[in-house]
């Protein structure tokens, strides 16, 4: 019998979802593991809208939409790859509507359901695909109506304890807190690479913080608060440790997937251990163990700046379009920030698929 790898540990502890949507990835991790989720960005669209396996259906789908525009040519391409990876994944395939537009309520909106009426076109249905929105205040203020109407949502590009409160008051089933700035990926300067993350890395207290505020939550109000979908991990050892810090799922880089899956498991070799996942993420909650008890009272990204988590819970961050909680992002410099720049960044990759998708229509024409 083949020893247990990180990988398997780590899915013991949480759902492990595929941050990538190559559809032969995914079909070689089979049958080792089904993935839960499959996540993607502006990013990885992009991709595999520039892959030749998909030239020609790119070329079919322009052919029809050449008419709509751009971004429903975008859109029904972005529905039609998730689709080649449903029957491979055990959960949803999750878009993410156009960074661009990410302080516009109404775009928001219009783009969210696009996608589900591209889903629905494709045969997929509303338990099989989730959107992405920004966690500004007028993005999440259309996550609200878009919840409301049935349509799942999950906050991304989300840096800090207000923009997962207010993704609470939208009633978002999933947020992405993003363990690593998304700079860090390219600039190791900026890359915390500590022995245990856990405890070490700067951005943990604020995983911790955000998982008691959901307990706190969901133990004084009974509402099922959102499922803590952490991401943007550069090694293994982020990955396990938001296996032991409580995170409900992670959604991981095939190059991180694949480090997880190469090492035997050796429990006396990690700083922590984990417990096995929940059935209810928080009627059933985990006990904070001792060693992370610390990080509820401190923040290095931010130690001038840190609110207290009781008020922080009691804010109304939606209302007046989302103020306060464009507010508290803008008292929080190191929030704006990492938050400004993701948004550039899937903008670059939102205006590269949209120059390919216009020299598709005009070689149409």
């Known amino acids: 019998m083949a020893s247990a790898t990180w990988l398997d540990k780590l899915e013991e502890q949480?759902?492990?979802?595929?941050?990538?949507?190559?559809?032969?990835?995914?079909?070689?991790?089979?049958?080792?593991?089904?993935?839960?989720?499959?996540?993607?960005?502006?990013?990885?669209?992009?991709?595999?809208?520039?892959?030749?396996?998909?030239?020609?259906?790119?070329?079919?789908?322009?052919?029809?939409?050449?008419?709509q525009g751009w971004l429903a040519i975008y859109t029904r391409m972005a529905v039609l790859m998730c689709k080649k990876n449903i029957d491979m994944i055990q959960g949803r395939?999750?878009?993410?509507?156009?960074?661009?537009?990410?302080?516009?309520?109404e775009a928001t909106l219009a783009h969210a359901r696009l996608y589900d009426a591209e889903f629905k076109r494709a045969g997929i249905s509303r338990d099989r695909f989730?959107?992405?929105?920004?966690?500004?205040?007028?993005a999440l203020n259309a996550a609200k109506i878009l919840q409301q109407e049935g349509i799942q949502t999950l906050g991304t590009a989300l840096f800090g304890v207000p923009q997962a409160v207010a993704c609470s008051q939208a009633g978002c089933l999933y947020i992405s807190p993003y363990y690593n700035e998304t700079q860090a990926h390219d600039d190791p300067k900026l890359w915390p690479n500590v022995k245990d993350p856990a405890t070490q890395h700067p951005n943990s207290p604020r995983i911790i913080q955000i998982l008691e505020v959901y307990k706190k939550l969901y133990k004084e109000t009974g509402r099922?608060?959102?499922?803590?979908?952490?991401?943007?991990?550069?090694?293994?050892?982020?990955?396990?440790?938001?296996?032991?810090?409580?995170?409900?799922?992670?959604?991981?880089?095939?190059?991180?997937?694949?480090?997880?899956?190469?090492?035997?498991?050796?429990?006396?070799?990690?700083?922590?251990?984990?417990?096995?996942?929940?059935?209810h993420a928080y009627k059933d909650a985990r006990v904070l163990p001792a060693r992370f008890e610390p990080l509820l009272a401190i923040d290095p990204l931010s130690p001038?700046?840190?609110?207290?988590?009781?008020?922080?819970?009691?804010?109304?961050?939606?209302?007046?379009?989302?103020?306060?909680?464009?507010?508290?992002?803008?008292?929080?410099?190191?929030?704006?920030?990492?938050?400004?720049?993701?948004?550039?960044?899937?903008?670059?990759?939102?205006?590269?698929?949209?120059?390919?998708?216009?020299?598709?229509?005009?070689?149409?024409?």
């Open 93 to 105: 395939v999750l878009l993410q509507t156009l960074p661009s537009k990410a302080y516009d309520t």
């Open 304 to 365: 001038e700046n840190k609110a207290a988590l009781n008020e922080a819970a009691y804010v109304d961050y939606l209302a007046d379009g989302g103020k306060k909680l464009d507010e508290a992002i803008a008292a929080d410099p190191e929030s704006a920030k990492r938050l400004k720049i993701a948004l550039e960044l899937f903008t670059g990759g939102e205006n590269r698929s949209k120059e390919k998708v216009e020299k598709a229509m005009q070689e149409a024409a």
């Open 130 to 138: 989730c959107i992405k929105i920004p966690s500004t205040g007028p």
């Open 224 to 279: 099922e608060q959102p499922l803590v979908k952490n991401a943007s991990f550069i090694s293994p050892e982020e990955a396990m440790a938001a296996g032991e810090m409580g995170c409900h799922s992670a959604t991981i880089s095939h190059t991180v997937l694949n480090e997880l899956a190469s090492r035997p498991y050796d429990p006396s070799a990690q700083p922590g251990q984990g417990e096995p996942k929940r059935e």
């Open 14 to 67: 949480l759902n492990v979802d595929v941050d990538w949507m190559d559809p032969e990835y995914i079909k070689s991790m089979l049958p080792k593991i089904k993935f839960h989720d499959q996540t993607s960005n502006q990013l990885w669209v992009d991709i595999q809208l520039g892959h030749e396996s998909n030239a020609d259906l790119l070329k079919e789908v322009t052919k029809e939409l050449k008419d």
